[in-house]
């Protein structure tokens, strides 16, 4: 069982989202330096700037109600119920749960840009399973994209403008745009790179990890998997929660993907360091994965850990393997479904 420690109102802004006792070194604390994290700093030694104040508050979510949807047409309340109900489920994983089904619905509510996009994806998600007119529901969903495109223009928060990226991401993949899709893969990957904003960083910045892989898995075959920007990690020397075991996880799955797919396009560079880079990352996360001190007992520690073993044996596998295309795909899309099963039992 891990240590509970009171909670520290003087420490950095990056530790204090996370919920974890800061050591509070200047001018970058330990505890995000060890996990590979960037510190944010110290909440009292920094000038407020109006202007991040206004954007944090616009983007935090909002108690949903009921009159709010009532005033909507019937078509868009169908959508929005449908996305809710199905769509945002199908999309979470054991990590993504809240974005999907909680930060993107309630932000709908207060920004139209992201209330045209989402009833885009339940327009076209649904007509993608067979249970709705083509024809209207396409004319739909892209009447209602064409609008969020054009909202996107007049917008000049960054984090907003990342969120609204991931969701045109599922559109073009719906649209079967996957290049365009890629395109905005690239963009937002870039612009999260560069991003410092805490709010981002908190609830942005795992899904785009975790976005890394997507196109190089279910995109064309000529994607140029090594012109795909990737955020930069620091190995940690300590995992403090499971959270940390995580993020290292999707940074190796990301490496081994890339190297995979690579490979297959033969492009022609030397794998063995990167080969003994990976592995070398394996057995480090294993290590740390047995010193972590968590709740074993819980239902969520326990799915997490199937979830993350199961990324782990498969890393060792494609690294030990040459498997061809079709098969490297079959074995990723059995994982993806392995996982997806684990966030059910999370998420009840």
């Known amino acids: 069982m891990r240590q509970v420690h009171c909670k520290v109102k003087t420490g950095c802004l990056t530790c204090k989202i996370r ?33 991040d104040v206004a954007q944090s508050r616009m983007l935090l979510p909002r108690v949903s109600t009921l009159d709010s949807q009532a005033l909507l047409p019937v078509e868009e309340r169908r959508a929005l119920g449908y996305f809710h109900s199905v769509i945002s489920p199908r999309l979470s994983s054991a990590r993504d749960g809240y974005f999907w089904t909680h930060l993107v619905m309630q932000l709908s509510e207060s920004e139209a840009v ?12 649904e007509s993608s399973e067979g249970k709705s007119v083509a024809p209207y529901t396409e004319r739909f969903a892209l009447q209602h994209y064409t609008q969020a495109i054009q909202r996107l223009k007049t917008i000049h928060s960054e984090p ?25 893969c690239q ?6 790179e560069k991003c410092s904003n805490p709010w981002a960083r908190r609830y942005l910045m795992p899904v785009f990890r975790r976005m890394t892989a997507v196109p190089m898995l279910f995109g064309p075959e000529d994607i140029e998997s090594e012109s795909m920007p990737a955020l930069t990690y620091m190995i ?28 297959h396009r033969g492009v022609v560079f030397d794998m063995t360091e990167e080969y003994n880079t990976v592995g070398t990352h394996l057995q480090t996360w294993q290590t ?3 010193k972590l001190q968590v709740d074993t007992t819980s239902l969520l520690y326990q799915a997490q850990e199937r979830s993350l073993f199961m990324r ?21 899309r059995q994982l993806r479904t392995c996982i997806y099963a684990n966030a059910i039992l999370y998420n009840t």
């Open 19 to 51: 919920r974890v006792k800061c050591d509070e070194k200047k001018p970058a604390c330990r505890r995000c330096t060890s996990t590979g994290r960037k510190c944010d700093g110290y909440a009292l030694m920094q000038k407020i700037n109006p202007r």
């Open 114 to 125: 992201v209330k045209h996009t989402i009833l885009s994806i339940s327009s076209l998600f």
């Open 160 to 184: 907003l403008v990342l969120l609204v990226c991931i969701l045109f991401i599922c559109v073009e993949y719906l649209l079967a745009n996957n290049k365009i899709a890629l395109q905005h």
């Open 187 to 192: 963009h937002g990957l870039a612009i999260m």
């Open 236 to 263: 940690p020397t300590k995992f403090y929660c499971m959270e940390d075991a995580q993020y290292m996880m999707d940074d190796i799955f990301n490496r081994v993907v890339r190297l995979c797919h690579m490979r």
């Open 288 to 290: 740390l994965f047995e």
């Open 312 to 332: 782990l044996k498969l890393s060792y596998l494609e690294l030990s393997a040459d498997f061809r295309h079709e098969e490297h795909m079959g074995t990723f």
